[in-house]
């Protein structure tokens, strides 16, 4: 089956730790992303990858870092200067096309992870 | 600043009734209007999905209304039903600029659908 695998589903850490997330996808997508998500705020972009070895900050990009060094993987590291890490975070990937007349980036996500930081 | 808005945060209808989510935008570079819908716990998942070209489309009981002078755009679901309950997104991308190969979302709508 084709998809996105992110792992773990929960995770636990102690403050002051850095930790990082999984993301593995087969489904030969060029772009993969990174989201978190609270209750109320929606989904907010922290990096995102068009391209292998290339990456650029989203909306809330302080306090995580990412490598993209193979095409199927993209993890997050959330780093102990994230002030507020707790929350659940969400790894898409997609093939964005921008050929006239219009853009066209349907996103396929993974299940999540619940990061909570005790 | 959040590009793209959207109203309501919460909604509850009866089975059988119209569930209507509405989502504004300000930036004419976008030309791709998705809505997401995600189930406690799992990842989002398209929709249904408009161009500006069209002023509707539909797919089953969704369809997504598009008032390109207004900015516009809204997910009606017909006969909504229990397994509708879910949170949903609108969101918006563009082929130029800051809007090019990313997704700007709206912060979601729980739609609860009670018996």
């Known amino acids: 089956d084709g998809g996105i695998t992110q792992s773990p589903k929960y995770l636990f850490r102690k403050e002051g730790q850095n930790v990082t997330l999984s993301c593995e996808q087969n489904l030969n997508h060029d772009a993969m992303y990174w989201y978190r998500q609270d209750p109320g705020q929606g989904l907010r972009l922290i990096y995102y990858s068009q391209i292998v070895n290339d990456f650029q900050k989203g909306d809330i990009a302080e306090g995580y870092s990412v490598s993209r060094e193979k095409k199927e993987s993209f993890p997050l590291t959330v780093t102990s200067a994230q002030k507020n890490p707790t929350a659940f975070y969400l790894c898409?990937?997609?093939?964005?096309?921008?050929?006239?007349?219009?853009?066209?980036?349907?996103?396929?996500f993974g299940p999540g992870t619940r990061l909570t930081v005790l | 600043q959040q590009q793209v808005k959207q109203s309501p945060q919460s909604l509850i209808v009866q089975k059988g009734g119209i569930s209507i989510i509405n989502c504004a935008y300000e930036n004419t570079a976008f030309d791709y209007f998705p809505w997401y819908q995600q189930f406690p716990g799992k990842g989002p998942a398209l929709l249904i999905a408009i161009r500006p070209d069209v002023s509707e489309k539909k797919e089953g009981r969704f369809t997504i209304s598009f008032n390109k002078s207004a900015k516009q755009f809204s997910l009606h679901i017909m006969d909504s039903q229990p397994g509708d309950s879910a949170t949903y997104f609108c969101a918006a991308s563009g082929n130029r600029g800051s809007t090019l190969g990313r997704l700007y979302f709206g912060r979601g709508t729980q739609l609860t659908v009670w018996p």
């Open positions: 898409a990937s997609s093939i964005p096309e921008t050929s006239s007349p219009y853009s066209y980036n349907e996103q396929f």
